[in-house]
């Protein structure tokens, strides 16, 4: 569902639950539905436009402290462990993010201030090409 609201104003295909929650899951190539509980959830297609969203939306909630990347990667994008990589490391002065193996992980529309508050605000929790549900 393409949506927007008061704590995710970057319009997106995903779905918002309990904007009290501290949690958000990224889905990666899997229809995986997570529990209510989660703040918001939704899929990743791309390792630039995609993060660039999933940052904007998530440090307008700052409830959120915590993504799950989940499902199998996406060849050659690679967004799972591109946003993965811009959390930990950042980006560079070409707004490129820093040992992210996708093929165009360069964020060109948000400013340093915006990456540098998603960094502090979030921990990673990584489940790359993990495809039990039960986890």
């Given at each position: 569902?393409?949506?927007?609201?008061?704590?995710?104003?970057?319009?997106?295909?995903?779905?918002?639950?309990?904007?009290?929650?501290?949690?958000?899951?990224v889905l990666l190539n899997?229809?995986?539905?997570?529990?209510?509980?989660?703040?918001i959830?939704?899929?990743i297609k791309t390792e630039n436009i995609g993060i660039e969203k999933i940052v904007a939306n998530v440090i307008s909630?700052?409830?959120i402290r915590y993504i799950v990347v989940c499902g199998?990667?996406?060849?050659?994008h690679?967004?799972?462990a591109s946003l993965i990589a811009l959390n930990k490391n950042g980006i560079d002065k070409n707004h490129r993010i820093i040992d992210a193996p996708?093929?165009?992980?360069?964020?060109?529309?948000?400013?340093?201030?915006?990456?540098?508050?998603?960094?502090s605000q979030i921990e990673m929790v990584d489940l790359i090409d993990v495809t039990?549900?039960?986890q």
């Open positions: 569902m393409i949506m927007t609201n008061e704590y995710y104003p970057w319009g997106g295909e995903f779905t918002a639950f309990d904007e009290k929650s501290c949690v958000a899951v899997t229809e995986y539905i997570p529990p209510k509980k989660v703040a959830y939704g899929p909630n700052p409830h199998e990667e996406i060849r050659g690679r967004s799972g996708g093929a165009i992980p360069y964020i060109e529309n948000l400013n340093e201030e915006a990456i540098d508050r998603f960094r039990d549900n039960t």
